[in-house]
């Protein structure tokens, strides 16, 4: 049975990391950046030393914790799928640099044996020796066979729904066929997302491309259809999953805007027309 007020009175798994600016090239190239600065020079500040900038998606893969799944904790790892991911940017994210990165458990909800439990992470990113908080970063995983513990399904996660009209601005990018392969060097070696026979077995045709680089994927749309491009003015970002995509396949992502400085989106694999992205906000600064 999962132990519950074992997980959420776990004190904070903190990691020292030390992040360098080729970890801010290969994420960002795993997330589709080198095609994007061939066809734009200007976005050549992600991929180029000289001028580096990181993405703001980036700080989901910053020191990534597993200490959730220690077996005393009972969460049925073969149970598990990322539901939602959430990012807060108080500031830039620094290209390199050494950083504390804290991931705590903050909420669990029981939603019976059948439907399963949710359970909430939340990561804070800072500069090593400076309180100072740069990023926040909320992890939403489905644990599917460990509903029934005894908790409440009260205030669990609820998709928003898009707005019933035209969308204000649509972006559509394309995926490219190896980037799984690229993108599984930021920190996520799931054969899953490379190994022909392993996506066989797990019942999809070909390897899926990590769920964290479709999120990356779509962020770039959403700075791009609304931010002008500039990543620096994206202060929040999430959605939840909805379906895999296949390394290769093309994401349009529509956007509504809200006003305020809010977004709704949700993204769409044009070749499938399945929706693989809903309940998509973002927040920008003017």
Partial sequence: MLA??????????????DWSAR????????IGCGAAAIEDEKKLRLVLEDRLAAFP???????MSLAIFARDFGIVYNGVLHGEEWIT??????????FEVA????KIWDRGTEKGAILQTCKTIRRQGEGELIAETRTVLMLRKNGGFGGSAEGAPRVMAAPEREADTSITLETRPEQALIY???????PLHADPEVARKAGFPGPILHGMATYGVI????VDGVCAGDEQKLAGFGLRFSSPVYPGETL??????LGEGKFAFQATAVERNVLVAVGGQATVNK
Avoid: C, F, Q
Wanted: charged share 25%; glycine share 6%.
């Fill in 89 to 98: 940017l108080h500031r830039p994210l620094p290209a390199d640099g050494n």
């Fill in 252 to 257: 349009r992502t529509d956007i509504w805007t």
């Fill in 219 to 222: 962020a770039r749309a959403v």
């Fill in 23 to 30: 970890d801010t090239i290969i994420y960002n190239l795993g």
């Fill in 4 to 17: 519950a007020e074992k997980l959420l009175a776990m004190p904070a798994d903190v990691k020292r990391v």
């Fill in 184 to 190: 599984r060097l930021s920190g996520d070696a799931n």
């Fill in 103 to 106: 991931t705590r458990v903050e």
């Fill in 57 to 63: 998606t980036m700080a989901t893969v910053m020191g």
